[in-house]
């Protein structure tokens, strides 16, 4: 006769020991060694004692005061597959460690094994969200290490689909948001107004989403015919909605209570974690590549930068509202001043030739046949490109050896990094502003675990 | 190019850094001395930290002096207030490649070292939970090793037998 | 009670009918939002395609409440473990939906990260392909997995074609993922 209590017992031991992660995970306080700990509770951002009162390291508190919950990788509010480790006392945050990936996918790996002219199908799934600024910092450490120039107006194009891009991300991060808070209609609306980005990107892609797009001398295709039509009637839609969202979440007294003053972070502690994007703007650091670094055509864009002063949750909604309002800015002013030429280099080693030549010559055939068979060659060299992605920097860095593949492919991944602000961010919130945490910080699973 | 921080220990080789304003190839004593030397000299944050695993392609350019070994870690410094990038080259070892953590530099490498423990199997003297970060935790060997397998299935374009 | 006496129309029909009916018209997706795909899901729940249309659009995100599992994305080792905890903690009747080529054949990715098929971990009714597949394909995967639902047999069970000293023997017990899954595959 089986004991069934036995049994359940047994299955959950065995179902906790198949699913946990061990060390990955956050301990006791018991066999936490001293300088982890103090690095769980943010103590070595310190810094002079300026920003965090050493006394508030809780080293006197007791294993058996605290509880450690999971949350995740299965949680609604976790944008995907993040996993936590909360200790909690009652029902504040003590410790947390985040625990990722839940969803490596080997890209780096797989990235070895494509050729140049492959890379961008593997790169543009990497942030999901933001697949033609995956593509752009990609392709554009290609044409760094071949020295081609990109032709005018395919750098417009190019801009004109990150700036695109850029509105639909932030659009799916106010939808989220809206629905970790419990505002589900922001949900709705925000998936609506995306779809308008969606059906351009699909007219001018072919596809929806992960476009490769963007590729290594310039973009896949031309803009469609009456694209300025398209494209306005984006822009007036969205940007008149935005005053929408003012109305339904910015002056909601509910949504405030939840957001303002709420995980503050200052300048300091953002450039030691390395934060980049709407985390290091909220605290007042006006830095975003497009303004600081200029790639693209953006010095010859006008557009505002927008930063926060308090680095409260707020600001960090603030300005990815404003962010939206801005991008259409330059969305506006690509249309006006869109030149006119060829989309994509006309160097024969990464173009191949076009459509109509195809059925006529058989060296544009074979051509068509190596490059898309071989690919071409990239000269010897290492390279680092960074472009500002809607979560921050976002770095490739490529190493070529001479051959048709990369050697190596590393892409620095804003939200990889940005992750490392949640346990500062939650400390001493209740287990509630911990979800509005997660949400502001903004992680894309995708980039986090590559 | 730029000249290098006052405060850098003596001799570290560098070169034109095309993308970056300098790249510096330190050894693995002046490592940490020469990151703290740039933080000092206002490059506020530590942008990147990877590994490559130079297996396959020993040759690859160096400065003369600079001893090519198997693993590299790549550092990326930003400057906010100059605008500036550095790149920082260390050549961490052969078998068991072995560099000191920048942890204390910059606490926002933590994750970023993790990662290149996990993928590389570089490890980092005094990282306060060097453990890994995108594997299981029983996962044997480094998968971005060159000698480690992709793990590629060959792709059946028929129905294998068998009950589903 | 002779149907004389009812008040109203009436139709008869036999009770599997009538469950088939009723489990069809409110299938429950679980929430299991793994990658891209995850975000076409949302866009599917979103207001222009509206999968309110087919008593769907209650997202559970407890396993015990959900008779449907979209495995929306790319299913990494790490993740198959709790995927299978995830699936074995919803009750039956339970049906699972692989979207997207990531989930239905690793894809793109075919490497030592990606679980090659989530097949291997969990029994699924309906690939839907594409990369990611627009919501007119999951909506289309849906409809077939709703005419399967309508026609299927209504007192088939997940397990019941496992050994029984298996199901009963504790000490052979093990979770269900195949150990190929967690081994790494060194040259």
Redesign the interface.
């Known amino acids: 006769m089986?004991d069934d209590t036995?049994?359940v017992a047994?299955?959950i031991d065995?179902?906790t020991a198949?699913?946990?992660?061990?060390?990955?995970g956050l301990q006791s306080r018991a066999s936490t060694?001293s300088?982890?700990l103090?690095?769980e509770v943010g103590a070595?951002?310190r810094l002079d004692g300026k920003t965090l009162d050493p006394s508030s390291i809780d080293y006197e508190v007791r294993d058996d005061e605290t509880m450690i919950i999971n949350m995740g990788?299965?949680?609604?509010s976790t944008h995907?597959?993040l996993r936590l480790m909360l200790e909690l006392d009652g029902e504040f945050v003590l410790r947390t460690k985040p625990v990722?990936?839940?969803?490596?996918?080997?890209?780096?790996?797989?990235g070895?094994?494509l050729s140049y002219v492959q890379g961008g199908?593997?790169v543009t799934?990497m942030d999901?969200?933001s697949p033609v600024i995956n593509e752009l910092s990609y392709s554009m450490a290609v044409e760094?290490l071949l020295g081609i120039e990109v032709p005018e107006r395919a750098v417009w194009i190019r801009m004109l689909m990150s700036e695109l891009n850029r509105v639909c991300s932030h659009l799916?991060w106010m939808?989220?948001n809206g629905m970790d808070l419990g505002a589900s209609s922001m949900?709705?609306?925000g998936?609506?107004e995306?779809?308008l980005i969606?059906a351009f990107f699909e007219k001018t892609a072919g596809l929806?989403?992960?476009l490769n797009y963007v590729r290594p001398g310039g973009v896949a295709a031309d803009l469609a015919d009456g694209w300025q039509d398209d494209v306005t009637v984006i822009c007036d839609t969205i940007h008149d909605r935005t005053f929408d969202y003012d109305q339904l979440l910015t002056g909601q007294p509910l949504f405030r209570q939840r957001m303002v003053g709420v995980a503050p972070i200052t300048a300091e502690e953002a450039?030691?974690?390395?934060?980049?994007g709407p985390l290091l703007r909220s605290t007042g650091?006006p830095?975003d590549l497009r303004r600081?670094?200029p790639y693209l055509a953006y010095d010859q864009v006008d557009f505002d930068v927008i930063v926060g002063t308090y680095g409260d949750n707020f600001d960090r909604y603030a300005i990815r509202l404003n962010e939206i309002r801005e991008s259409i800015r330059i969305v506006r002013q690509c249309i006006e001043k869109m030149p006119s030429g060829d989309y994509r280099s006309q160097d024969p080693k990464v173009t191949p030739p076009p459509r109509a030549r195809i059925g006529e010559s058989m060296e544009a055939l074979i051509h068509h046949f190596k490059l898309f068979t071989e690919g071409f060659q990239v000269p010897?060299?290492?390279?680092?490109?960074?472009v500002e992605s809607p979560r921050g920097?976002l770095?490739c860095?490529l190493?070529a050896?001479g051959g048709a593949k990369p050697?190596?492919i590393?892409v620095?991944a804003p939200s990889?990094?940005n992750?490392?602000a949640i346990p500062l961010l939650m400390r001493g919130g209740t287990v509630s502003d911990a979800i509005t945490v997660i949400s502001t910080v903004d992680p894309v699973?995708?980039e986090v675990?590559? | 190019m730029i000249a290098l921080p006052p405060l850098a220990p003596p001799g570290v080789l560098t070169s034109d850094g095309h993308d970056a304003a300098i790249c510096c190839f330190p050894t693995k004593q002046q490592y940490v001395a020469l990151v703290d030397a740039f933080k000092n000299d206002g490059f506020e944050m530590c942008v990147d930290l990877c590994g490559v695993d130079y297996l396959e392609f020993p040759t690859r350019q160096l400065p003369s002096g600079v001893t090519p070994t198997r693993f590299e870690v790549v550092v990326n410094l930003l400057s906010l207030s100059r605008r500036e990038r550095v790149r920082i080259r260390v050549q961490a070892g052969d078998d068991e490649p072995e560099v000191d953590t920048l942890f204390d530099v910059y606490p926002g490498t933590e994750a970023l070292e993790r990662e290149a423990f996990d993928m590389f199997g570089v490890l980092f003297t005094n990282h306060p939970d060097l453990t890994r970060i995108l594997m299981p935790e029983e996962w044997e060997g480094h998968p971005l090793r060159k000698d480690y397998g992709s793990g590629r299935i060959p792709v059946q374009f028929k129905q294998t037998p068998g009950p589903r | 009670m002779a149907l004389e006496d009812l008040q109203h129309n009436f139709l008869t029909g036999r009770i599997e009918d009538l469950v088939r009916w009723a489990r069809r018209a409110s299938v429950w997706p679980a929430s299991f939002g793994l990658a891209c795909c995850a975000i076409e899901m949302m866009a599917t729940g979103g207001a222009d395609f509206d999968i309110a249309r087919f008593g769907m659009e209650v997202f559970r995100n407890s396993p015990r409440q959900a008779d449907l599992m979209i495995v929306a994305g790319r299913v990494s080792q790490k993740m198959a473990p709790v995927l299978r905890q995830v699936y074995d903690q919803m009750m039956e009747p339970k049906w699972v939906i692989s979207m997207g080529v990531c989930a239905s054949t690793g894809g793109l990715f075919n490497n030592y990260a990606i679980v090659q098929g989530v097949d291997q971990i969990v029994p699924v009714d309906v690939y839907a392909p594409g990369c990611p597949p627009s919501p007119e394909t999951l909506m289309h995967a849906i409809l077939t997995l709703h005419e399967t639902i309508r026609t299927g047999d209504i007192l088939k069970r997940r397990d019941e074609g496992r050994p029984l000293h298996l199901a009963h023997d504790q000490s052979s017990w093990t979770p269900e993922v195949p150990v190929a899954v967690r081994v790494g595959t060194p040259k």
Request: glycine residues 10%; aromatic residues 8%; neutral net charge.
């Open positions: 089986i036995v049994r047994e299955r065995l179902l198949e699913t946990s992660e061990g060390e990955q060694s300088g982890q103090r690095r070595v951002l990788p299965a949680h609604p995907g597959v990722v990936g839940y969803l490596h996918t080997g890209m780096e790996k797989t070895e094994e199908t593997n799934r999901y969200l760094k799916v939808a989220t949900m709705i609306y998936l609506r995306r779809e969606l929806r989403m992960n450039l030691a974690l390395g934060l980049t650091v830095w600081t670094m010897e060299g290492e390279v680092y490109s960074a920097e770095g860095y190493v050896d050697y190596r590393h620095r990889f990094v992750l490392q699973m995708g675990d590559r």
